[in-house]
């Protein structure tokens, strides 16, 4: 499956830099962020967009990873 965009709706640091997980062409670029605090980023349940070899889905962010997926994007 070929994915030319995913975004994580705007949520950066400083500098630009994702501020939760990023997942490109199989690399983690970024890891799951799982930290307290304030703001919509850190209202749980909080979730992690992916896609897949079987497809895409949404997941919560503490079922990720998911065992035995091959994650090809995410955020």
Do not use: C, S
């Not at 630009?16 to 749980?44: A, E, I, S, T, Y």
């Not at 990720?64 to 994007?73: A, G, I, M, R, T």
Request: aromatic share 6%; hydrophobic share 40%; proline share 7%.
């Amino acid at each position: 499956m070929k994915v030319d965009t995913l975004m994580n709706g705007g949520i950066f640091e400083p500098g630009g830099v994702p501020r939760g997980l990023l997942v490109q062409d199989g690399k983690m670029l970024r890891p799951v962020n799982r930290n307290n605090g304030n703001g919509n980023f850190f209202l749980m349940p909080n979730g992690v967009f992916l896609v897949g070899a079987k497809g895409a889905a949404v997941i919560r962010t503490d079922e990720y990873p998911l065992k035995d997926v091959k994650v090809e994007h995410a955020v």
